[in-house]
T-cell receptor, first 118, second 115 residues
């Protein structure tokens, strides 16, 4: 079964410190993709970063990087130099094949609530 | 920028009513999705569509139906609303992905309360 596990319901980090949000996944597919989304209290889901299973380098986008360890099936999000505006829910998601030819859908973890302390 | 617009941010309806949630995207995306989000459960896929008039069941389709008559619009229908359908509903769209690398872009969500 395709599954995403986020084991940290809540995390605290001091402003300007780095923080790692954990994500492990389970799939039997050789080709897959992993996404991280941020959801502030206002509710919108914001795409942060993507890692493909065949990508040899860890993905980076500004202060976000993805620590991809394929053998361990983990795709942890690292946020450097935390800011107060980083306080939000963070969701890890995995692309899985849909029933239609070439169709894809995402399966999401339950999320981690990050709180940045001044 | 991709814009996914959901018709209402907040909606209150009564048990037994037929409820329509509308979603429109302006980027000519082939794929559209409806999720519900509940505390502690993350996002769960209700239905999705990868072409006009096409629809596929997600993980929790019971009690819902969808309609996609035009490429830019994807409607979620609660045929007879019940209190256990009180939730946050999120619509998303994405390009038809040859390699599945395209992210889904989300609307702001609709907080639906069924009384």
């Amino acid at each position: 079964a395709q599954k995403i596990t986020q084991t940290q319901p809540g995390m605290f980090v001091q402003e300007k410190e780095a923080v790692t949000l954990d994500c492990t996944y389970d799939t039997s597919d050789q080709s897959y993709g992993l996404f991280w989304y941020k959801q502030p209290s206002s509710g919108e889901m914001i795409f942060l970063i993507y890692q493909g299973s065949y990508d040899e380098q860890n993905a980076t986008e500004g202060r976000y990087s993805l620590n991809f360890q394929k053998a361990r099936k983990s795709a942890n999000l690292v946020i450097s130099a935390s800011q107060l505006g980083d306080s939000a829910m963070y969701f890890c998601a995995m692309r899985v094949k849909g029933p239609g030819a070439g169709s894809y859908q995402l399966t999401f973890g339950k999320g981690t609530k990050l709180s940045v302390i001044p | 920028d991709v814009k996914v617009t959901q018709s209402s941010r907040y909606l209150v309806k009564r048990t037994g009513e037929k409820v329509f949630l509308e979603c429109v995207q302006d980027m000519d995306h082939e794929n559209m999705f409806w999720y519900r989000q509940d505390p502690g459960l993350g996002l769960r896929l209700i239905y999705f569509s990868y072409d006009v008039k096409m629809k596929e069941k997600g993980d929790i389709p019971e009690g819902y139906s969808v309609s996609r008559e035009k490429k830019e619009r994807f409607s979620l229908i609660l045929e007879s609303a019940s209190t256990n359908q009180t939730s946050m509903y999120l619509c998303a769209s994405s390009l038809y992905p040859p390699g599945g690398t395209q992210p889904q872009h989300f609307g702001d969500g609709t907080r639906l309360s069924i009384l």
